[in-house]
């Protein structure tokens, strides 16, 4: 048996998109906190997201906060990284890229992600690939000795 605490955490780390699609109230304001296994964090990492249906997809923002714990390239001590990044994704389900006529379409549009209407959005996935991003931006402490010529 799941208990409800685990049924929450379920919904706001994997979201059904055909849910969104047919509710998309329940996923305008959805609350997230994660944990992860090989990116340290003090505390859990705080997520906001409003997943919106569009026609041919779906949009996901989010704002995520709080602080990663990194380990200095250089000294090798660990220093604290604040995370406060907000990001906007599309995502097109993939009957509409199919056929060259959308595609054409499509390629006007920024960056998109293809998704499954039968699909999930991994949300724990999406917000650990931007802190990855984030990490690889600070490869050392602040300190004068570790910084980068
Ligand atoms: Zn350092």
């Known amino acids: 048996m799941e208990s409800s605490q685990d049924i929450a955490k ?3 780390e994997r979201v059904k998109v055909s849910d969104v699609v047919r509710n998309p109230k329940a996923f305008s304001n959805l609350q997230g906190s994660y ?3 090989d990116l340290k964090t003090e505390g859990p990492l705080a997520c906001e997201w409003s997943i919106q249906p569009e026609t041919t997809g779906l949009n996901i923002r989010g704002h995520l906060k709080g602080t990663m714990e990194l380990e200095c390239v250089r000294c090798l001590e660990p ?5 406060n990044v907000e990001l906007d994704e599309h995502y097109v389900f993939d009957r509409y890229v ?8 499509l390629q006007s549009e920024d960056f998109y992600e293809i998704v499954n209407e039968e699909g999930h959005l991994d ?3 999406l917000a650990h690939q ?4 984030e990490a ?14």
């Open 10 to 12: 379920q919904i706001n």
């Open 35 to 37: 944990t992860f296994e």
């Open 79 to 83: 220093f604290p990284v604040p995370v």
């Open 98 to 105: 199919d056929t060259s006529e959308k595609e054409k379409e």
């Open 123 to 125: 949300l724990k996935d």
């Open 130 to 133: 931007f802190l990855i991003l």
């Open 136 to 149: 690889e931006n600070q490869p050392a402490c602040g300190r004068s000795e570790c910084r980068f010529a």
